[in-house]
């Protein structure tokens, strides 16, 4: 009687499957990365002005998440960071059509509150 060899060895047939689906997940996750943009629904308007000297610009999405200038902070660094602005700088505020009125308000508050008078909303004409 003859008997079979038997083949050793580790099959990466499943390795190369899981490596191929990690690299796909990088690619797709470097291409947001590289856009770096916060993806919020502007409401519309039909009368609409172009502001030409923007200082800061502070974004609410609708996950209730603030960005100053493309960067998150929370209430607090919110706070702090318009405590440093001052009256002569202009401000546009960016509101997903789907957010919160309140933290919308929020926002208004927080500049009123520090004398920030240069407002303006950022909307699709």
């Not at 505020?93 to 909303?121: A, G, P, R, T």
């Amino acid at each position: 009687m003859r008997s079979l060899k038997k083949t050793e060895g580790m099959n990466v047939i499943p390795f190369i499957d899981v490596l191929l689906v990690l690299l796909a997940i990088v690619f797709v996750i470097s291409n947001f990365i590289a856009l770096g943009k916060i993806e919020i629904n502007l409401p519309q308007a039909s009368n609409i002005e172009q502001i030409e000297e923007i200082k800061h610009n502070i974004v609410v999405s609708e996950d209730r998440k603030y960005y100053i200038n493309d960067k998150e902070v929370c209430k607090r660094k919110l706070e702090e960071a318009i405590k440093t602005f001052t009256k002569d700088d202009t401000v546009t505020i960016s509101s997903d059509k789907h957010s919160l009125y309140e933290d919308f308000i929020f926002v208004i508050d927080l500049l009123k509150q520090y004398n920030v008078d240069k407002v303006s909303m950022v909307v699709k004409k």
